[in-house]
Every structure is written in C-alpha cells, then in structure tokens.
C-alpha cells in the first residue's frame, strides 16, 4: 500500500514540476539582444551616478559633504565654493566645485543617494564603465551631470569685471 502512495506521490510531484516546465516554454521570449539593442533595466537599477539640476538649470548639489561622510568605500572627493552674486551655480549657499567619484571603489551600495537631502546625486543606469585603465574610472562632476533641462536658462557666470581706479 505504501509503495502504491510513493509511486502516486512521485507522478504527482512530476505532473507538477513539468507543469512549470511547460508554462514558462509557452510565456513570452525575454531575450536581450545587448549590445546591438539597448540593454533595458527596472528603474531601481543602479547605475553609474547622476549630478540632478532642477527645474531651472541649478545644480542641486549644494556641497554638505552628506553623501561623502555616508559613502562606506570612502570613494566621493568634493570641493566646495560659495555662490556669489556674479557666479550662481546651485540653489544653496556652496555648490561643488569639484566632485569625483572613484569607481575603482564604488560597490554601487546607494548610500550616498540616500544620505543627499537635496536629492542631488541619483543612480543613472549607465554600465558601461569597465576599463583597462583604472585612472578612466575616476569620474568628473563634468561626466555626471545631468543637462540642462528643455526651457531652462543655464547658470550665467559673467565674466570678472577690472577693478575702478
Ligand atoms: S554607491 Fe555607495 S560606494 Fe558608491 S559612491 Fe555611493 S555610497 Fe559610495
Ligand atoms: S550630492 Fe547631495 S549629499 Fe552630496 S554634497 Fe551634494 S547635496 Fe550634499
């Protein structure tokens, strides 16, 4: 009787296993054709970093040095300068001179993007970062910053004006 419900059990848990087998043989194809099509990704994905500008052209990043300190591989290096009246560039009082990331180091962990209160600094989803030359994978605030948006009139810098004598 025994051998009887062994070999009921083991047809049963086949029928259910080839079940499987066979829904996912009739579900749709979820091939990937990269690199002659653009690789697609779930917007959660963490790619290479984005500098945000908001709505009129600003940085957002208003150099407090939050995402640094939160960064656990140590791998953010930031300069920050004060905005005058002359040369606006962010939002807030300071904006980043100069901001790297070294990608040598980055494990793409997301606490930097956490720790940012203007929500400056955002994942992108660009992967395509390896290198044979790992002094290519220091990244620039010029490489990572997001463009202009459509309508908005860019951060105007004028130029130093000569001193009155
Ligand atoms: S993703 Fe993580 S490791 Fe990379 S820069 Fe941000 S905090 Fe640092
Ligand atoms: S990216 Fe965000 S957290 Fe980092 S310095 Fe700029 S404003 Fe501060």
């Given at each position: 009787?025994?051998?009887?419900?062994?070999?009921?059990?083991?047809a049963?848990?086949?029928?259910?296993?080839?079940?499987?087998?066979?829904?996912?043989?009739?579900?749709?194809?979820?091939?990937?054709?990269?690199?002659?099509?653009?690789?697609?990704?779930?917007?959660r994905f963490?790619?290479?970093?984005?500098?945000?500008?908001?709505?009129?052209?600003?940085?957002?990043?208003?150099?407090?040095?939050?995402?640094?300190?939160?960064?656990?591989?140590?791998?953010i290096?930031?300069?920050?300068?004060?905005?005058?009246?002359?040369?606006?560039?962010?939002?807030?009082?300071?904006?980043?001179?100069?901001?790297?990331?070294?990608?040598?180091?980055?494990?793409?962990?997301?606490?930097?993007?956490?720790a940012?209160?203007?929500?400056?600094?955002?994942?992108?989803?660009g992967?395509?970062?390896?290198?044979?030359?790992?002094?290519?994978?220091?990244?620039?605030?010029?490489?990572?910053?997001?463009?202009v948006?459509?309508?908005?009139?860019?951060?105007?810098?004028?130029?130093?004006?000569p001193?009155?004598?």
């Open positions: 009787m025994s051998t009887k419900i062994d070999v009921f059990g083991a049963a848990a086949i029928a259910k296993g080839m079940s499987v087998t066979l829904k996912e043989m009739l579900s749709p194809t979820v091939t990937e054709y990269y690199p002659d099509e653009p690789a697609k990704f779930e917007e963490r790619g290479v970093h984005v500098l945000q500008r908001d709505v009129n052209g600003m940085e957002k990043c208003v150099a407090c040095f939050l995402c640094a300190a939160a960064c656990p591989s140590n791998c290096y930031i300069e920050a300068a004060e905005n005058t009246e002359r040369e606006r560039i962010s939002g807030g009082e300071r904006y980043a001179k100069v901001y790297n990331i070294d990608y040598n180091r980055c494990i793409f962990c997301g606490y930097c993007v956490e940012c209160p203007t929500d400056a600094i955002t994942h992108g989803h992967f395509e970062a390896a290198s044979y030359n790992t002094s290519t994978l220091i990244k620039r605030k010029e490489d990572m910053l997001a463009p948006p459509a309508g908005a009139t860019p951060p105007v810098v004028e130029p130093e004006r001193a009155a004598h």
